[in-house]
């Protein structure tokens, strides 16, 4: 089991097994991304643009492998974190309204606007 100790200036020593594993060295960032469901997952920058779009099949497995390019996935997963942290987390599509909705709403606007 790896464990490791997070200091009281939040600094965190990623254990040498790890470091071995993920090819880490010193001064290497890691980028983290936390998912819908809480789980936190993170990444070394290092990681292979193929190892990437794994990754990203999981999440969107249609994706255009030939427009979306690495530096794209990694926008996408800091807009994600992003939009976590600030409490946007119902990505569930909503129903489309009906024709007659729609025209109800057009009339509204009409009478209140006046024209």
């Not at 071995?20 to 993170?42: A, M, P, S």
């Amino acid at each position: 089991m790896n464990v490791a100790r997070i200091s009281a200036n939040g600094q965190v020593t990623v254990p040498a097994e790890i470091r071995r594993l993920l090819q880490l060295k010193e001064g290497d960032k890691l980028l983290f991304l936390q998912k819908e469901n809480g789980e936190v997952i993170f990444f070394s920058p290092t990681i292979t643009p193929e190892e990437l779009r794994a990754y990203f099949t999981q999440i969107l497995p249609d994706f255009d492998r030939d427009r979306i390019y690495p530096s794209d996935i990694k926008k996408v997963m800091n807009w994600y974190n992003l939009l976590v942290k600030s409490g946007y987390t119902d990505f569930e599509l909503k129903e489309e309204k009906g024709a007659d909705e729609n025209k109800e709403e057009e009339k509204e606007l009409e009478e209140v606007t006046g024209s």
